[in-house]
Nanobody, 127 residues
Framework: QVQLVESGGGLVQAGGSLRLSCAAS????????MGWFRQAPGTPEEEREF???????????TYADSVKGRFTISRDNAKNTVWLHMNSLKPEDTAVYYC?????????????????WGQGTQVTVSS
C-alpha cells in the first residue's frame, strides 16, 4: 500500500530554518505530483492549507503566497523523497505539516485533489 512518511519537524525560533522530508513507497513516485499542506492548531482537517506543490520531475513548483520566497520544495525521484525547505520561519508557520501525493497531471492546490497523505510532522516556531 502507499505510504508517505514525513520527518524533520521540531521546535525552532522565529527566523530559523527547518527541512522536512517525505519518503514515499508503494506508488510510482516519478509520476506522482507531490504537495505539502499544513494544519494549524484548532483548525479542522478540511481546512488544511496549501503550502506548495512540485511536478513529476521537479521542474515546476508553485507556492502559497504566505510562504513564497521563504519555502522551497525539491524532490529526488531516485530516492522517492520530497523535501520542504523552510527558511525565515514565523510563529504563524506553526502547524502540522503533511505531504500528499496524487497521480496524473496538474498541480492542484486543493487537498481533495490528493489521494494519499502522510501522518504529518509538527513544526512549532517560537517568537
Amino acid at each position: 500500500q502507499v505510504q508517505l512518511v514525513e520527518s524533520g519537524g521540531g521546535l525552532v525560533q522565529a527566523g530559523g530554518s527547518l527541512r522536512l522530508s517525505c519518503a514515499a513507497s508503494g506508488l510510482t513516485f516519478s509520476t506522482s505530483v507531490m504537495g505539502w499542506f499544513r494544519q494549524a492548531p484548532g483548525t479542522p482537517e478540511e481546512e488544511r492549507e496549501f503550502v506548495g506543490v512540485v511536478s513529476w520531475g521537479g521542474e515546476i513548483t508553485t507556492y502559497a503566497d504566505s510562504v513564497k520566497g521563504r519555502f522551497t520544495i525539491s524532490r529526488d525521484n531516485a530516492k522517492n523523497t520530497v523535501w520542504l525547505h523552510m527558511n525565515s520561519l514565523k510563529p504563524e508557520d506553526t502547524a502540522v505539516y503533511y505531504c500528499a501525493a496524487r497521480r496524473g497531471f496538474g498541480l492542484p492546490h486543493g487537498p481533495n485533489e490528493y489521494a494519499y497523505w502522510g501522518q504529518g510532522t509538527q513544526v512549532t516556531v517560537s517568537s
